[in-house]
């Protein structure tokens, strides 16, 4: 896993090809080593990926050409996910985050609602995947604690695992660490990325108010037929909300100096980035006081030698979706589907709108959102000129996985749901966010709408 990451960081810049044929080869070991760890979502990646590398073979007009962009992707995918891995194991172990965490779970029923949704947007970007270990546990166990043995204790876990979900979901349209936007970035030229933010946190704010009035109406009768005392309000943990923006802040820094210095993508500075962040944070954790060194160094041999092996399931399941979608989008003439998807049958706006709900269909039929978003970024980004202002269109992929992530039972969140709640990816993903996902799906139409100027 080291030699990957460090490989995949130097063949970047690297002419020789040298160190991409050395990611490859550590990508491989690394899937051959990890066989005892995966599953059956990870067998069957790795199955569709060999049968389309056979077919690439046998039906690309430059098969190694397309065999070595695939294999670029998805060994930066795999580098991508356990660059940030690294950070999530140094936030892991931070009391400012655990202090966080506690404040955005113990909030009054009135507004945990946009407490719990804005919290794992926030800390998302510093935790990714990571704050949903992290909250589940700390909302199921604060459950237990303020009213134990309350018959609507199950309605009151389930409503704060929503929030989380539904926070995290549509956070991915505007967080600059989500995974969503950053491959779509990497693959398609012409993207405005601050645009982007803003137009995604707009939209996810609309979500939240769609979010929190389902909710709402959903529970209103039962939350007035019993009447429980309302928790006192905790403490503002001040000291531990300055670190975790400070941490927030010197890693936004960081990776705009290597993105400049490195004259590359913001993609490739926040890579760069997560190393440095993590030593640093282990070391701030440890005080600066005599012996910090030592311990920080311990710690660290605990993250990369003991815990780093864990994401092995998740980081070959991203670099098979990485692998399928551009192997799948070299087999596809671009202007041929683009045609036969009919954009210039539709209103821009219309198009934008649809193809969430596309995305989303897709997941159905256990094709993730990864895979999805990065054949229609590969596509996208082969053409000479696009059809359709590459920003919003970058926008309306990552809503469609959004929705995905609230609605599927087979995508990414929703299975580390289920591991860290006990509930079936089903109840996580239909029974809780039908209704929810159907009016955000709705809600793009208007949006797009007025994106788009009515074109």
Not at 398 to 423: D, E, I, K, N, Q
Request: hydrophobic share 55%.
């Amino acid at each position: 896993m080291l030699i990957l990451m460090l490989s995949v960081l130097i063949a970047r810049h690297d002419p020789g090809k040298l160190f991409a044929l050395l990611s490859y080869i550590a990508m491989a070991l690394v899937a051959l080593l990890s066989i005892r760890k995966i599953g059956i979502r990870e067998t069957y990646l790795l199955i569709i990926s060999g049968l389309l590398s056979i077919t690439v073979c046998l039906e690309h007009p430059e098969p190694l050409h397309a065999f070595q962009a695939s294999l670029d992707q998805a060994a930066f995918m795999m580098a991508f996910i356990l660059l940030l891995g690294l950070l999530y194991e140094a936030a892991v172990n931070s009391p400012a985050i655990t202090e966080c965490g506690r404040y955005i779970t113990r909030q009054p029923p009135g507004r945990r609602f946009v407490s719990l949704y804005l919290g794992t947007g926030l800390m998302s970007v510093l935790f990714n995947l990571g704050v949903i270990s992290l909250l589940t546990p700390l909302i199921q166990s604060g459950v237990r604690t303020v009213n134990p043995g309350d018959p609507l204790n199950p309605i009151r876990e389930r409503r704060q695992l929503v929030a989380v979900q539904r926070g995290f979901a549509w956070g991915i349209i505007w967080s600059p660490t989500a995974l969503a936007p950053l491959t779509i970035l990497d693959l398609v030229p012409g993207i405005d990325r601050s645009r982007w933010i803003l137009f995604g946190f707009i939209i996810a704010s609309i979500a939240m108010v769609i979010g929190w009035l389902e909710d709402y109406l959903r529970f209103r009768y039962i939350s007035r037929a019993r009447k429980t005392p309302r928790p006192t309000p905790p403490a503002l943990p001040r000291s531990a909300l300055l670190r975790f923006t400070a941490a927030f802040f010197w890693l936004l820094s960081l990776t705009l100096c290597f993105s400049y210095t490195s004259n590359d993508t913001v993609v490739f500075g926040l890579m760069l980035a997560c190393p440095f962040m993590m030593l640093g944070w282990l070391l701030a954790q440890q005080g600066f006081v005599a012996g910090a060194v030592s311990r920080a160094k311990k710690q660290l041999g605990i993250v990369v030698f003991e815990n780093l092996p864990h994401a092995a399931p998740v980081s070959i399941t991203l670099a098979c979706s990485g692998f399928i979608g551009r192997a799948a989008a070299a087999l596809v003439p671009a202007d041929q589907l683009i045609a036969a998807a009919g954009i210039d049958l539709f209103p821009n706006y219309v198009f934008l709108s649809l193809l969430p709900l596309a995305i989303t269909l897709l997941s159905f039929m256990a094709l993730s959102p990864i895979v999805t978003s990065v054949f229609l970024g590969s596509v996208l980004g082969s053409l000479d000129v696009l059809p359709i202002d590459a920003t919003l269109l970058a926008i309306s992929i990552s809503c469609g996985w959004a929705l995905a992530m609230t609605v599927s039972p087979f995508v990414t969140l929703v299975l580390v749901m289920v591991r860290a709640s006990g509930h079936t990816g089903i109840t996580l993903s239909l029974k809780w966010n039908f209704g929810f996902a159907l009016m955000s799906a709705l809600m793009l139409f208007p949006i797009f709408w007025i994106l788009t100027g009515g074109r």
